[in-house]
């Protein structure tokens, strides 16, 4: 345990030296923040139908979606494993006397968590300046707070559990980066990246909130806003254990069989 | 330009050599636009509709963009990786040759796998064009071609403009994402739809609107004035192209090897 504990602590060191790449980040997470809510806005002050969110329920979701980005996005890929899958240095992970699987989660996480140390508080400070309705809004309450704190944390954990899936799957066949991109663009809807869940019909609700994509971030940011109160959040923090526990466990099963019959690129 | 068919057969047969992950990219390409396309239909499902928008004119509006957008990035994405070719150099190499440093760029890469998205867009646009509640008259026709050519344009310019900032920056152009991506995903919408001044700017400053509400305006039978100035509209955004070139040139002479 150890072993993984200062490994991930020297990545996250060393991802937090990435700060360049941080700024111009957010700058686009402030268009696109800043995108949507016009559009939302747009979209709201025209509507007469009825509305599934509060417009300033929507603005605080779409800002905490941005501010947490690098915690939630599914489609990521670290292309430093990428490479050492791709040139053979992997082999020196391979030999290293730790488990792969919880050395390469450690890093998945190490580079999520710096990556949104390094970006979430501007972007907070910024989206909280804005005036009401088109910033970030206070949570619900106290405890939706704290619960939202955590559920997003345990979401992280989901998320890379799925992030290494992805990474192992490049060990299988290195034409993945196709199917990656199609898992991606998906798992990016089915998470209500590209529009929230709750402006969805009711019926497709249903069917994503049985997979576990929404679990990342729409969950989390839902509990801050008060769109699902506190007493009813149980159960999905429960389906997050669930899931998480399924993915790491399909991971390493899919690695150690991986493993017994691993064949090196180039060398 | 027939150097420039020359290097783009070679590009092509290089991605060829791997042939399964090539299909496969195309394939991750192919359904690029059918997530957008579902959002489009359930915000229009939910609320009635966008900006006095209907579906097929949303879906007109962003098919033609990415078609625009997936032919700018097979041809020109050589400007947008440029930075890669400073790095290292590589462009040391192009300029000794007896060449134009544009072609040569512009022959550096070829992303044939973009024809994914290009397929895929190109479905939902005719699909969007059969919807429309239009007479496709040969004005509009060639009006919806225009459109579809300023996209390509516009966008390919903006990759210049990427390119142009690294004989600068020397190191990656992360900042210009704002200015490829931003302009890409704001431009998903008839612009008109974020009632919003900053629309201007992508009229003046990035004639995206030339390839996206204004042509628009004018195939959907909304402009109701001055209807001539929005077919022509596409005619700015093809001008575009000329600024970045200039501004490429004026880099070229301000370019200092890396040395490595």
């Known amino acids: 345990m150890k072993a993984y504990l200062s490994f991930f602590r020297i990545r996250f060191l060393n991802n937090l030296q990435y700060k360049v790449a941080a700024w111009a980040g957010m700058a686009t997470q402030f268009v696109w923040g800043g995108m ?74 190490s580079q999520r968590l710096a990556g949104v140390l390094l970006r979430f508080a501007p972007i907070i400070i910024v989206s909280i300046l804005l005036p009401f309705p088109y910033g970030l809004s206070a949570p619900a309450s106290l405890p939706s707070f704290m619960l939202f704190l955590g559920t997003l944390l345990n979401g992280t954990l989901l998320t890379v559990a799925y992030s290494m899936l992805i990474s192992i799957s490049m060990f299988r066949t290195l034409s993945a980066v196709g199917s990656l991109t199609l898992f991606g663009i998906l798992s990016e809807f089915l998470a209500g990246m590209v529009i929230p869940l709750p402006l969805m019909p009711e019926s497709l609700q249903k069917i994503l909130m049985v997979l576990p994509f929404w679990l990342t971030g729409d969950f989390p940011f839902r509990i801050y806003t008060g769109h699902i109160p506190v007493q009813e959040a149980l159960g999905g923090i429960m389906l997050q254990f669930l899931w998480t526990a399924v993915l790491i466990t399909a991971g390493v099963l899919w690695l150690r069989s991986i493993k017994k019959k691993i064949v090196l690129q180039g060398g | ?48 509709e966008i900006g006095g928008w209907t579906v097929p004119e949303l879906t007109f509006c962003f098919g033609s963009l990415l078609i625009s957008y997936s032919i700018a990035e097979a041809f020109a994405r050589g400007f947008d990786l440029f930075s890669h070719m400073v790095r290292t150099g590589g462009f040391d190499r192009v300029l000794v040759r007896p060449r134009s ?45 225009f459109m579809a050519a300023a996209g390509v344009f516009v966008f390919s310019g903006i990759f210049v403009l990427a390119g142009v900032w690294s004989f600068w920056t020397i190191s990656g152009n992360e900042l210009l994402n704002i200015l490829t991506d931003g302009t890409r995903e704001m431009a998903r919408f008839p612009l008109d739809v974020y009632k919003s001044k900053i629309i201007l700017l992508f009229v003046f400053v990035v004639p995206i609107a030339s390839a996206n509400f204004l042509p628009l305006l004018y195939i959907t039978g909304k402009a109701l004035e ?35």
Not at chain 2, 16 to 37: D, E, H, K, T, W
Not at chain 2, 236 to 242: E, P, S
């Open chain 2, 226 to 260: 001055n209807r001539l100035l929005y077919a022509f509209s596409p005619l700015l955004g093809l001008l575009f192209i000329f600024p970045c070139l200039l501004l490429w040139k004026t880099g070229v002479r301000h370019y200092k090897s890396t040395g490595s």
């Open chain 2, 101 to 145: 440093t544009i072609l040569q760029v512009l022959g550096s890469r070829f992303e044939l796998n973009r024809a994914g998205k290009l397929a895929g867009s190109l479905g939902l646009y005719i699909w969007a064009a059969a919807n429309l509640d239009i007479l496709w008259s040969i004005d509009k026709v060639a009006v919806a071609f």
């Open chain 2, 1 to 48: 330009m027939k150097l420039y068919f020359k290097y783009m057969k070679i590009l092509m047969r290089s991605q060829m050599q791997y042939r399964s992950s090539f299909l496969m990219v195309a394939l991750g390409q192919l359904i690029y636009p059918f997530p957008l396309y579902a959002g489009v239909v359930l915000l229009v499902g939910r609320f009635g």
């Open chain 1, 36 to 109: 949507y809510i016009l559009l939302y806005s747009a979209i709201y002050s025209f509507s007469s139908s009825p509305k599934p969110m509060e417009l300033d329920q929507l603005t605080t979701y779409v800002w905490l979606q941005q501010a947490f980005l690098a915690l939630i996005m599914l489609w990521y890929r670290d292309s430093g494993l990428f490479d050492l899958i791709l040139s053979g240095d992997v082999a020196y992970e391979l030999v290293r006397p730790v488990n792969l699987y919880p050395m390469w989660y450690a890093r998945l996480l």
